[in-house]
């Protein structure tokens, strides 16, 4: 037998409950995607795109100097050297320039890399176009390679008059674990090639037996 | 429908009853408060001097975080809900909570929570490590083992959590007596109704945020991994809008304690009980606009420095109400000092000053100095422990004789008041000067520079744990051997809870009472 009291707290208990489990998928599912949006938009947490610009038929405006650093930042550096040979480079908003960032792999394992962008001062991110990056995709590397990444870019002339330099900073970050996939069709698709140097070949089954290893370990 | 508990352990067990239930936080929550403070003279104990005396930094990161994670979640939370359970029903004149049997579950789903958490210590790995914070990717990536356990154990409080706060909203708005409207309950119930809403609002996104480092760790998604495209920051921001109103549920049912409390021992009734109930409500509308003044130094622009920084001392003003209030209900009041006002006039003073540390801390380019440094340690331990736990003290003081039907020895209860109040003070106050001074927080050795400072630390923290001894003695003595308290205890306390006898009746306003 209910009361109209009992009815009440029932409606009452099944509504807090509801808006508990709201906020709980408002957090897991919302939150997160809201937050990648807005700092998408407002290029506040440094990100630069991770899409490629497509350059259109820009002026280069060659009264502007802007100086551009670069920094590459390593975590795990007992297992990669990464570093950025040009330090720092002049460019003209709208020039297309290209540089390199240098990484060698001085682990004995395939290893997959990410590198995570990040720029300062925030508000010149989205004026920042990368027409080809290195951090668009992984990097496979095979053990002892040594590989020069490239980047080419524009600076948009829309960037703020009160800029004269900024700062881009890559930081790797070792993946191979979850790109186990990914390595062993690199290790298959450069065999096939022959593009491998010749130790490199004779180290392969080794270095994919340990890698195999390495997955079992890790699950 | 007179009858009495149930004997033997099943009353304990399946108890659907209100006083049983907090009874029986209360008593979890001072286990826990034992347990955290062990961890926490482990601490003081390896600070005494600098160098590594006593335990490996491992084992101490291991005790700052269960330390905060106990004291916080085990402690005071549990605390307040148990002192909602026993007065709630009796203030408003309802003869019970209004969902009996979750109120059951909400309680016993807590001890196993918690023995999980401390049961971490002897994983191989250890206990979480990454303080009480637990910032992503410490948390995730770099996390022991152990840390899977930790996520499920604040799933299961978040439960508990939630659920009592659902109990809570439901008593109030539903089982007052006739005649009681929302202007006329007591504060606590105002400030427990506020808090309830704020625990069903963040409860939720602190399972979220624990959920989604589950996942990171075991499912392969990236919400805060870099490599994958995810953003550690996401992990403070999250982890903070759930983390500031957590404060404020720490501390606004603390201003209802006190809010009882004060005008019995000033004998006048509380001056602007109306402001009082809209201060509530806007420090707990505030708490949800400044969370991202625990990360002005991640890197923010500066329109967000400066809007976190006003709104978060605007929170100045309706706790400058509070605080007011109080001291204008004490002023040419016929006070007397007994112990539950001795503890709620230390909390008028020692709060205040937390509150004063935290108008520093407020001022973003002033926090770029102090944060992550002992001043942040000494605001908050002001604010927690001179507010929430001396409050819960006070109220003890003040209800346990219509608790158990007993009276306390005054005398000893004094003792106590005196010894924590010392301990407390020598213990936090030097952390400010150690903090100014450069001394970070979470380590487990420092510079001889700030030796001094934290060998008085230690000392008074040896000594307010003394005291709460002490407090544990009183109160079994109070219910093996105290002498028997009226039914009115107090000679000007005001409220349905002193109507009843002492000790409270198993079962109180079967019938509505007469406002």
Redesign the interface.
Same mark, same amino acid.
């Given at each position: 037998m209910k009361t109209q009291a009992d009815k009440h707290i029932q409606r009452l208990s099944f509504k807090l409950a509801l808006l508990a489990f709201l906020m709980f998928m408002f957090c897991l599912f919302v939150l997160p995607p809201l937050y990648q949006l807005f700092c998408e938009v407002t290029g506040l947490n440094g990100k630069t795109s991770n899409q490629a610009y497509i350059a259109k038929q820009d002026i280069v405006d060659h009264s502007r100097n802007i100086t551009i650093n670069f920094i590459a930042v390593s975590h795990n550096n007992h297992i990669w050297t990464f570093s950025a040979p040009e330090q720092s480079l002049v460019v003209h908003p709208g020039q297309i320039t290209t540089t390199k960032f240098r990484v060698e792999n001085t682990s004995g394992r395939w290893i997959a890399v990410q590198a995570v962008p990040s720029m300062v001062p925030i508000n010149a991110t989205n004026y920042f176009n990368k027409t080809e990056c290195f951090c668009f995709n992984r990097q496979i590397l095979a053990p002892g390679e040594q590989s020069d990444l490239g980047l080419q870019f524009i600076v948009d002339s829309e960037l703020p008059k009160a800029i004269k330099s900024l700062t881009l900073s890559y930081t790797l970050f070792d993946i191979s674990e979850a790109s186990s996939k990914e390595i062993q069709a690199e290790q298959q698709h450069r065999i096939g090639l022959n593009l491998s140097r010749v130790d490199n070949l004779i180290t392969l089954p080794n270095a994919s037996e340990q890698n195999t290893e390495g997955n079992a370990y890790g699950r | 429908m007179a009858h009495g508990p149930a004997p033997g352990i099943g009353r304990w067990l399946f108890t659907t009853n209100h006083k049983d239930i907090g009874t029986m936080y209360l008593w979890f929550s001072f286990a826990m408060f034992f347990v955290g403070g062990l961890f926490a003279l482990v601490i003081r104990a390896e600070l005494f001097e600098p160098g590594l005396q006593i335990v490996e930094p491992e084992f101490f990161n291991q005790m700052t975080t269960l330390h905060g994670l106990i004291m916080v979640f085990g402690a005071v939370m549990p605390a307040f809900v148990g002192l909602a359970n026993w007065m709630l029903p009796l203030m408003i004149g309802a003869p019970d909570m209004?969902?009996p049997r979750m109120n059951n579950w909400s309680f016993w789903i807590l001890p196993f929570a918690f023995s999980m958490l401390i049961g971490t210590l002897f994983m191989p790995g250890g206990a979480p490590n990454f303080g009480w914070t637990f910032y992503a990717p410490l948390s995730t990536t770099y996390a022991p083992p152990s840390v899977t356990v930790f996520i499920f154990a604040v799933h299961i409080m978040g439960a508990s959590s939630?659920m009592g %706060?659902? !109990?809570i909203? %439901?008593t109030i708005? !539903? *089982?007052r007596a006739p005649g009681m409207s929302m202007m006329k309950m007591p504060l606590f119930v105002w400030t427990w109704l506020i808090t309830a809403f704020l625990l069903? +609002?963040? *409860?939720? @996104?602190l %399972? &979220?945020?624990v959920? *989604?480092m589950l996942m990171d760790i075991h499912f &392969?998604t990236s #919400?805060f !991994? +870099?490599? &994958?495209?995810?953003?550690p @920051?996401?992990f403070q921001? @999250?982890f903070w #809008?759930f983390g500031h109103p957590e404060v404020y549920i720490m501390i606004l049912p603390a201003f209802g304690v006190i809010s009882a409390i004060i005008p019995t021992f000033a004998r006048k009734p509380l001056f602007g009980y109306s402001s009082m109930v809209y201060a509530t409500a806007s420090i707990a509308f505030l708490s949800f606009i400044v969370w991202a003044h625990h990360m002005f130094t991640v890197? *923010?622009?500066l329109a &967000?420095e400066l809007i976190f920084m006003y709104a978060t001392m605007l929170i100045a003003v309706p706790t400058g109400v509070k605080v007011f209030n109080w001291i204008t209900t004490m002023w040419r009041g016929a006070m007397t000092f007994e112990a539950p006002m001795l503890f709620s006039i230390a909390f008028v003073i020692l709060f205040t000053i937390g509150g004063f540390s935290g108008l520093m801390l407020a001022i973003a380019p002033a926090d770029f100095q102090y944060h992550d440094t002992y001043f942040v340690v000494a605001h908050f331990h002001y604010v927690l422990v001179p507010g929430a736990i001396f409050s819960i003290t006070a109220g003890v003081y003040y209800w346990l004789p219509k608790w158990c039907g007993k009276m306390y020895n005054e005398t000893l209860a004094k003792t106590h008041f005196w010894i924590a109040f010392i301990g407390l003070n020598i213990t936090f106050f030097p952390m400010h000067f150690s903090g100014l001074a450069g001394m970070p927080r979470r380590i487990p050795d420092y510079n001889p520079l700030w030796a001094d400072w934290n060998m008085i630390s230690s000392i008074g923290a040896f000594l307010f744990g003394a005291a709460q001894v002490l407090f544990l003695f009183i109160v079994i003595r109070t219910i093996f051997s105290g002498r028997p308290a009226s039914d009115q205890v107090w000679e000007s306390a005001e409220g349905l809870e002193w109507s009843v006898a002492s000790p409270a009746p198993y079962h109180t306003f079967i019938k509505a009472p007469e406002i």
């Amino acid at each position: 037998m209910k009361t109209q009291a009992d009815k009440h707290i029932q409606r009452l208990s099944f509504k807090l409950a509801l808006l508990a489990f709201l906020m709980f998928m408002f957090c897991l599912f919302v939150l997160p995607p809201l937050y990648q949006l807005f700092c998408e938009v407002t290029g506040l947490n440094g990100k630069t795109s991770n899409q490629a610009y497509i350059a259109k038929q820009d002026i280069v405006d060659h009264s502007r100097n802007i100086t551009i650093n670069f920094i590459a930042v390593s975590h795990n550096n007992h297992i990669w050297t990464f570093s950025a040979p040009e330090q720092s480079l002049v460019v003209h908003p709208g020039q297309i320039t290209t540089t390199k960032f240098r990484v060698e792999n001085t682990s004995g394992r395939w290893i997959a890399v990410q590198a995570v962008p990040s720029m300062v001062p925030i508000n010149a991110t989205n004026y920042f176009n990368k027409t080809e990056c290195f951090c668009f995709n992984r990097q496979i590397l095979a053990p002892g390679e040594q590989s020069d990444l490239g980047l080419q870019f524009i600076v948009d002339s829309e960037l703020p008059k009160a800029i004269k330099s900024l700062t881009l900073s890559y930081t790797l970050f070792d993946i191979s674990e979850a790109s186990s996939k990914e390595i062993q069709a690199e290790q298959q698709h450069r065999i096939g090639l022959n593009l491998s140097r010749v130790d490199n070949l004779i180290t392969l089954p080794n270095a994919s037996e340990q890698n195999t290893e390495g997955n079992a370990y890790g699950r | 429908m007179a009858h009495g508990p149930a004997p033997g352990i099943g009353r304990w067990l399946f108890t659907t009853n209100h006083k049983d239930i907090g009874t029986m936080y209360l008593w979890f929550s001072f286990a826990m408060f034992f347990v955290g403070g062990l961890f926490a003279l482990v601490i003081r104990a390896e600070l005494f001097e600098p160098g590594l005396q006593i335990v490996e930094p491992e084992f101490f990161n291991q005790m700052t975080t269960l330390h905060g994670l106990i004291m916080v979640f085990g402690a005071v939370m549990p605390a307040f809900v148990g002192l909602a359970n026993w007065m709630l029903p009796l203030m408003i004149g309802a003869p019970d909570m209004a969902l009996p049997r979750m109120n059951n579950w909400s309680f016993w789903i807590l001890p196993f929570a918690f023995s999980m958490l401390i049961g971490t210590l002897f994983m191989p790995g250890g206990a979480p490590n990454f303080g009480w914070t637990f910032y992503a990717p410490l948390s995730t990536t770099y996390a022991p083992p152990s840390v899977t356990v930790f996520i499920f154990a604040v799933h299961i409080m978040g439960a508990s959590s939630i659920m009592g %706060a659902i !109990n809570i909203i %439901a008593t109030i708005l !539903n *089982m007052r007596a006739p005649g009681m409207s929302m202007m006329k309950m007591p504060l606590f119930v105002w400030t427990w109704l506020i808090t309830a809403f704020l625990l069903i +609002a963040v *409860m939720p @996104v602190l %399972a &979220g945020v624990v959920t *989604m480092m589950l996942m990171d760790i075991h499912f &392969g998604t990236s #919400f805060f !991994n +870099a490599a &994958g495209g995810g953003d550690p @920051v996401l992990f403070q921001h @999250v982890f903070w #809008f759930f983390g500031h109103p957590e404060v404020y549920i720490m501390i606004l049912p603390a201003f209802g304690v006190i809010s009882a409390i004060i005008p019995t021992f000033a004998r006048k009734p509380l001056f602007g009980y109306s402001s009082m109930v809209y201060a509530t409500a806007s420090i707990a509308f505030l708490s949800f606009i400044v969370w991202a003044h625990h990360m002005f130094t991640v890197g *923010m622009p500066l329109a &967000g420095e400066l809007i976190f920084m006003y709104a978060t001392m605007l929170i100045a003003v309706p706790t400058g109400v509070k605080v007011f209030n109080w001291i204008t209900t004490m002023w040419r009041g016929a006070m007397t000092f007994e112990a539950p006002m001795l503890f709620s006039i230390a909390f008028v003073i020692l709060f205040t000053i937390g509150g004063f540390s935290g108008l520093m801390l407020a001022i973003a380019p002033a926090d770029f100095q102090y944060h992550d440094t002992y001043f942040v340690v000494a605001h908050f331990h002001y604010v927690l422990v001179p507010g929430a736990i001396f409050s819960i003290t006070a109220g003890v003081y003040y209800w346990l004789p219509k608790w158990c039907g007993k009276m306390y020895n005054e005398t000893l209860a004094k003792t106590h008041f005196w010894i924590a109040f010392i301990g407390l003070n020598i213990t936090f106050f030097p952390m400010h000067f150690s903090g100014l001074a450069g001394m970070p927080r979470r380590i487990p050795d420092y510079n001889p520079l700030w030796a001094d400072w934290n060998m008085i630390s230690s000392i008074g923290a040896f000594l307010f744990g003394a005291a709460q001894v002490l407090f544990l003695f009183i109160v079994i003595r109070t219910i093996f051997s105290g002498r028997p308290a009226s039914d009115q205890v107090w000679e000007s306390a005001e409220g349905l809870e002193w109507s009843v006898a002492s000790p409270a009746p198993y079962h109180t306003f079967i019938k509505a009472p007469e406002i």
